[in-house]
């Protein structure tokens, strides 16, 4: 078949390429350690990297990012960018386990209510956001970024630096109870996913935030309200952070001002190194799947392997200019025709 | 001097230029006119070095050149003023003059900026403008603008040895009458420092200002006339001079429209610096051309009634219901329909596939409480495909890798399947090859024949004729003739050229 192995499906294959790769490269990494040792029967099966017990440790790490980026993949996909995320994760975390505690401190009680109520300030924050960058048309990535600052700031407001404990058996269980050997957690992000792919392929909403990010103009004079979907992505992308705060907690059980730290960075890699675009347009949510895995795939097999994290970091960065270099390529190959 | 030999330009289905002979002689103004896609840009281009001819020479004193870039050709003295004003607004005059040439200025690193200045009052001098060169650009007048800009060319004076050779593209385009005689005069000054080849629209300014007259038609110099002997008839008639084509416009298959049926009402419509006390009916079935040059209003008039513009007077009636909210969103709820003249940017979105981009203005009719029914979706792309013939492997091939006649398909597809009535086209047919333009016409008669309204704005004026009921001729913003186009008491060429320019 003429014309399978194009430049434009490589490209398209090339973050779930490189995710297998990973997987590989770790445990041969592992294998000639164990052969400079001296070990004289070596199988894959061995491998500490891919043992189950490892391959739950990354899913459970990157669940809270994967929240966080699926948040942001929608508003890069309109072609703008969100900044506020580690703000909003701190607050909703701080908020849900304040109202958590009030309510009764257990999920068999009324605290159950505080779960929504998180997701409704991470959709608040969005929609001050989404009007902030629409209505006052100031940069999405300006906007944002001072709301994430506000957020981290009222965080602080909140806990005073302290740190809120959520200690309900009943809501740890999305950390402590496992279903084959993966805890609950992980199948609630996977539901979670599986929803925000929904409403990518299947909702108006989803369709609309195509239409922004590949041609603005165009979905203007197609008669979409543009400035709508842009808040209403913003709002999305507010409850995206809100589960990632929720997540972050159950994770750790404990609710804090920098439960948000670090989540701009990894996410925002792990969205482009999946494989949709900076300007909008192009990729999705299932992009961001193989992105967030292999940003934590990469940071686990580091540590496996034992190298410094530092070195993370500067894979990473890499990482992130090749992606963006390839999918650049991509934009202007359609272009030339 | 600057002579073109029978150059030749071809791009992918056109013949931009057929054996083109050009010749600048020393302080010479020459002028260059021709119908919108008669090949005088092309010309232009090839002048200043913006495109490599196919074939032929250039030739400077009887030496033969080639330039790669424009950069080349303002190294051989040729220079070009835009009629999109290149200069950057949030620089000062003196450091646009000397842009991409401040080094002369530099000493260990760093500019002397008395030096510049001086120098660019001397550039200034040049075209009598008296303003202090460290003036921001923004806060210059069009007319200054324009001047600031020639000044910024004639520092090829000093910067190469030889003769200069200038071309004014539309410079009158933006300017009062009184600045156009300033404008004149100045040239006819630097006449003795350079020769001017003349690009305009304006056939009494060409008339007035140009030592010869290049006549262009079809990539051809038809005709070069000299100053004395030109006059404004004509020349207008070997602009056109050629038949149309019934059958290539399906003029056999025009039907008288409804004449009862009002579809769209337009009294009085007017927009500060585009057009003024613009009105017509427009009814089912009709196709309404509007004709004029570039910037005469054709564009603008399409995008108000659409509803992207707000006009500043009068109003637009759609099916007796008067328009009080101008937006696209308004324009397409009220069964509108826009086909823009830029179809990458506003007529298709690429990326996304043939299905969604059928149904982008018209999701809701596509789904339940937010929710897609793409089965319903892909049923109509699958009909619609097979109803227009339009070329896509399948119907989740990316819009952006079909052709450009498909893409145009698409987009009609997407208008008439949604309900529209009424459509808007913005030189539906540009860019196409023949195939795909008699598609487009065929099309258009078809939804002719099924009451739709259509206000087009032709890619010449062949095809304004050929497609209309009723043509109203604009210049400048005003609307200047009003034609009816019957099958067989067409209103010829000449007609239209005449009330244009």
């Given at each position: ?11 398209k ?10 997987l ?15 070990k004289e029967h ?24 994967l929240?966080?980026?699926l948040?942001?993949t ?9 900044l ?12 849900f ?5 009030w ?13 929504p109520l998180?997701?409704?300030?991470g ?8 009007i902030?960058?629409?209505?006052l ?5 300006m906007a ?5 600052f ?15 404990r959520?200690?309900?058996p009943?809501f740890r269980?999305?950390l402590?109870v496992?279903?084959?050997?993966f ?8 539901a979670?996913l599986?929803l925000?792919w929904?409403?990518?392929?299947r909702?108006?909403?989803g369709?609309?935030f195509?239409?922004?990010?590949g041609?603005?103009?165009?979905a ?27 997540m ?14 670090n ?5 925002i ?6 494989g ?6 192009i ?9 967030v ?7 686990n097999?580091?540590v ?15 990482l992130v ?12 190959v359609s272009?030339?025709? | 001097?600057?002579?073109l030999?029978n ?5 992918p289905?056109?013949h ?8 600048v002689?020393?302080?010479?103004i ?5 119908e919108n ?13 913006s ?23 303002m ?20 450091e ?6 401040e ?9 002397n900026?008395?030096k ?6 001397a ?9 202090d060169?460290s003036t921001k ?18 520092t090829?004076e ?13 410079p ?7 600045e ?23 056939m ?13 038609k079809?990539?051809e ?6 100053h004395?002997?030109a ?12 038949e ?13 429209y ?19 006390d ?31 513009d ?29 086909l ?5 940017v506003?007529g298709i979105v ?6 969604e ?10 789904a ?21 013939s ?8 990316d ?6 006649g498909n893409q ?6 997407k208008?008439?399947s ?14 196409l090859?023949?195939g795909?333009k ?5 099309m258009?008669r078809e939804?002719?024949d ?6 087009l ?5 062949e095809?304004?004729?050929?497609l ?5 001729v ?20 000449y007609?239209l050229?005449?009330?244009?320019i």
């Open positions: 078949m003429q014309g399978f192995m194009t430049r434009e499906t490589l490209l294959w090339a973050p779930v390429l490189v995710l297998i790769f990973l590989l490269v770790f445990p041969i990494f592992e294998m000639t350690n164990a052969w400079a040792k001296g070596i199988y894959l099966l061995d491998s500490r990297f891919l043992s189950i017990r490892n391959l739950a440790r990354i899913a459970i790490s990157a669940t809270p990012a929240m966080v980026a948040g942001v929608f508003i890069i996909l309109m072609g703008s960018i969100d506020s995320m580690e703000g909003t994760v701190s607050v909703t975390a701080v908020g386990a304040y109202a958590f505690l309510l009764g401190g257990t999920l068999a009680s009324w605290a159950w209510l505080a779960i998180a997701l409704l300030i959709a608040a924050i969005g929609l001050i956001n989404g902030v960058h629409v209505k048309r100031i940069p999405s990535f944002s970024l001072a709301m994430g506000v957020g981290t700031g009222f965080a602080l407001l909140l806990t005073g630096g302290d740190r809120v959520v200690e309900d009943l269980a999305l402590t496992r279903w084959m050997n805890p609950i957690m992980v199948y609630v992000a996977a979670f599986l925000m929904f409403i990518q392929t909702t108006k909403l369709r609309n195509y239409a922004v990010g041609g603005e103009e165009l203007a004079a197609s008669g979409l309200n543009v400035n709508r979907v842009r808040i209403l992505g913003f709002m999305l992308a507010g409850i995206c952070y809100g589960m990632g705060g929720l972050a907690v159950g994770k750790i059980g404990i609710a804090e001002t920098v439960t948000g730290a989540f701009m960075f990894i996410s890699t792990a969205v482009v190194v999946g949709t675009a900076l300007w909008g347009g990729g999705g949510v299932l992009n961001t799947l193989v992105g895995l292999i940003v934590f795939v990469i940071n097999g580091m496996v392997i034992g190298l410094p994290s530092y070195i993370q970091s500067a894979v990473l960065g890499i200019i090749v992606a963006v270099v390839l999918s650049t390529d991509r934009r202007s272009f030339v025709k | 001097m600057y002579e030999i150059v030749d330009k071809r791009f289905g056109v931009a230029l057929k054996a083109v002979d050009f010749k002689n020393r302080g010479e020459v002028g260059l006119v021709g896609g008669a090949g005088k840009s092309t010309l232009m281009k090839v002048i200043y070095g495109y490599q001819p196919d074939g032929g020479d250039i030739t400077i004193d009887g030496t033969k050149v080639r330039f790669q870039n424009p950069r080349q050709a190294d051989h003295g040729i220079g070009m003023v835009f009629q999109e004003q290149s200069l950057i607004t949030n620089l000062t005059v003196m646009n003059i000397f842009l991409g040439f080094q002369q200025f530099v000493s260990f690193g760093v500019i900026w008395r510049m200045a001086d120098a660019a009052r550039q200034l001098a040049k075209v009598k403008l008296d303003i060169p650009t923004s806060q210059l007048s069009f007319a200054q603008r324009q001047l600031v800009e020639l000044a910024k060319v004639l090829l000093e910067r190469i040895d030889g003769d200069l050779v200038i071309l004014l593209d539309e009158t385009s933006v300017l009062a009458s009184e156009v005689e300033l404008l004149f005069q100045i040239v006819r000054d630097l006449t003795s420092r350079a020769s001017f080849i003349f690009v305009s629209h304006r009494e300014e060409v008339l007035e200002l140009s030592d010869r007259i290049y006549v262009m079809d990539g110099v038809v005709d070069v006339v000299e004395d002997k006059d404004k008839e004509s020349i207008q008639h070997k602009m056109v001079g050629r149309v084509d019934k059958e290539y416009y399906r003029e056999q298959k025009q039907k008288p409804d004449g009862d049926r009002v579809l769209l009402s337009v009294d009085g419509l007017g927009f500060a610096g585009r057009f003024a613009v009105s017509f009916d427009l009814h089912a079935g009709e196709v309404l051309c509007l004709v004029g040059t570039e910037g005469s209003g054709r564009e603008a008039i399409l995008r108000t009634v659409f509803g992207i707000r006009p500043d007077t009068g109003s637009v009636t759609v099916k007796d219901q008067k328009i009080t909210r101008f937006s696209a969103q308004n324009g397409v709820t009220m069964g509108i329909g826009y823009p003249r830029e179809r990458k506003e690429a990326g996304m596939n043939v299905y981009n059928m149904t982008l203005s018209q999701m809701g009719n596509y339940s409480a937010g929710i897609l029914r793409i089965g319903e979706e892909r049923a109509l792309a699958e009909d619609q495909v097979a109803r227009l339009i070329k896509t492997p399948d119907i989740f091939k819009c952006g890798g079909l052709s450009g145009q398909k698409v987009v009609l597809a208008w008439r949604g309900g529209s009535e009424i459509l808007l086209m913005d030189h539906p047919t540009r860019g090859d023949i795909a008699e598609d487009v016409y065929d258009i939804m002719s099924e009451g739709v309204g259509i206000i704005v032709a890619d010449t004026l095809e304004a004729i050929g209309s009921h009723n043509i109203i604009l210049k400048d913003g005003e609307v200047q003739k009003r034609f009816t186009g019957a099958p067989g008491s067409k209103p010829s060429l007609d050229v005449h009330h244009m």
